[in-house]
């Protein structure tokens, strides 16, 4: 075993008939609309290079065609790339033979599904077992497994019912519990929640951020939307065209965008809400004024305090202890995106 | 011949070599394959005799058991029981019994070869370019013409008949368990795979299953052709109803003809009802709602 964690190294993926040869034609400079009109080869990954650390949720952002779906598929080999590698624990999973990759498949990664892909003509129950019966665990374990599951997800009592007859949040929350009960290490999520209603949606991003506190996966977790990105992400990557454009924390891709692209991305994002006040704490300064805001609160949480005319406020950690304060001027700072 | 076509080939030579190499194989194959389709002849006679010594009554319980098994409905079950006595009433019922039983084994056997092969076709782009055209010529050759080879090879009898029928009837099954694969929802299929499922299981897991359906559609279309090939069947011995109306052709008896007739569209109605109700039957199981 190698570092823990998963890193994706020059992965690049062309869809036709001649792969190689137009991957040689891209990286001799020739561009995706180019090498379409050309040669009818679609570039759908280049040269993605990403690391990503074991029990954090890695969030892949960007709009319609950039590749995230592509991309996430290459993680447990639903597609195959053209060129690069992709260490999994230190461990080439592109070298697995056709055996070795369904037991990776069954035993260290799970996916979730846009559309939930659940099989319709099996029960709630049913579906959840599907990992482990695939896998070869026997019906009663897998029961046993597979309720637990549906507890932890909040759909105990529904285990006879048939997807069709379940809201679209509860079909997902059938299928994350479908991609827990095989108890991998991995969790793929293209697009999980884009499919749910706004506030159903907001429900699952927290109820997944709840779980992921006491589990503690590895989660590639794809998205379009800004703002699930950031409050789900410990780390994000923005990509666009088949190339990831800043891979980063949050804050650092708002504060400190690698391009244009990036900062037109990110412009109309509600800083106040997503940046925290220890991300602009100035450590230089001390206040005595009564009144103080954890540094893992977002940024409008001061907000109340400056309305009362105050120049600056402390900010505590997680121990009550002063680390500095934010003034004024930090705030409208990272309100303007600077 | 005035039109002037060219002979740039001789077509009459060459029709003639394949005739002499088709003779060859007869006579050097002819046995073996006769011999290799016995058991198959042996279930058919095993069938009809069984049919025909069973009482009448048993023969319409059984029918009738079938029928509201899969369509729990006594309407349906009701029209198929009432059908089965008026092929008594109208004087037919041992060839009714020779045409269900030729019906039935045609039927099960290009299901047996159609449903696999239309699997096979599924997984292989290739397979199924070179499958589409042989299929349509199957189903559009006039049937008479492969009726020479399987009397030639086997002599007239129920063997070319079954023959002859299975190749008319297997094509709907293997195009529509081809199509009903093909449509399988994407994502539900690349869940699968995502979970490990070998092909094996992914076939039965989900390929399969969400393609009944199709596969039914399918199967209901067989046996229609099945028992759309008895009046021609019969011309090479296979007995049962079309026998009947071949008789009235040949004796110009309109009432022969036309009760067997009546007989062919009774039996038609039945088996109708029957493959429909076990497809919706086999499909509810598998979309059950509550
Ligand atoms: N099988 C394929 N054959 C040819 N081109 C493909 C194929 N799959 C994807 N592409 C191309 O690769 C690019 C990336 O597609 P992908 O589905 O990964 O985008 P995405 O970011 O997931 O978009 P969306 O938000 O719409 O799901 C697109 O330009 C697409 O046309
Ligand atoms: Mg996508």
Known sequence: MGDPGIRVEGISKVFGKTPAKALELVRSGMGKAELLEKTGHALGLHDINLTIGAGEIFVIMGLSGSGKSTLIRHFNRLIEPTAGRILVDGEDILRLDEPGLRNFRRRKIAMVFQRFGLLPHRNVLDNVMYGLLIDGVTRRKAEERAREQLALVGLAGFETRFPAQLSGGMQQRVGLARALATDAGILLMDEAFSALDPLIRHDMQLQLKALQAKLQKTIIFITHDLDEALLLGDHIAILKDGTVRQAGTGAEILTRPADDYVARFVHDVNRARILTCGQITDRAIRVDTPGSVDARAPIETAFAAFAQGEQAIAVVNGNGQPIGAITWQRVMQALAGR | ?290
Not at chain 2, 36 to 58: D, N
Not at chain 2, 59 to 88: D, I
Not at chain 2, 205 to 223: C, D, F, I, Y
């Open chain 2, 1 to 290: 011949m005035t039109s002037g076509f060219p002979t740039l080939w001789d077509s009459r030579s060459f029709g003639q070599a394949l005739d002499a190499a088709f003779n060859a194989l007869v006579a050097a194959w002819g046995e073996t394959l006769e011999w290799f389709f016995m058991p198959v002849l042996r279930l058919l006679r095993l069938m009809e005799q069984g049919l025909q010594t069973l009482p009448w009554w048993v023969v319409l319980a059984g029918l009738a058991g079938l029928t509201f098994w899969a369509s729990r409905n006594w309407g349906t079950t009701a029209l198929v029981g009432v059908l089965t006595v008026a092929l008594g009433l109208l004087g037919i019922w041992n060839e009714a019994m020779a045409t269900i039983a030729l019906m039935v084994v045609a039927t099960l056997l290009s299901i047996a070869i159609g449903v696999p092969t239309g699997i096979l076709m599924s997984r292989s782009d290739r397979l199924r370019t070179v499958a589409m055209p042989v299929l349509d010529i199957m189903q559009t050759m006039p049937i008479f013409v492969y009726l020479i080879p399987f009397v030639m090879l086997f002599g007239p009898g129920k063997i070319p008949a079954l023959l002859a029928t299975i190749v008319f009837a297997v094509p709907p099954a293997v195009r529509l368990t081809d199509l009903g694969i093909r449509q399988v929802d994407a994502e539900i299929l690349e869940a699968s795979r995502a979970f490990g499922a070998s092909p094996r299981q992914q076939l039965f897991s989900v390929q399969l299953p969400l393609a009944l359906p199709s596969v039914m559609a399918g199967v209901n279309q067989t046996t229609m052709m099945a028992l759309s090939m008895v009046v021609i069947a019969s011309m090479i011995g296979a007995g049962g109803l079309g026998y009947q109306v071949l008789q009235g052709i040949q004796r110009l008896e309109v009432s022969r003809g036309l009760m067997a007739g009546l007989g062919i569209v009774f039996l038609a109605v039945i088996f109708d009802r029957i493959a429909q109700a076990l497809g919706r039957r086999m499909q509810t199981s598998l979309h059950q709602e509550g």
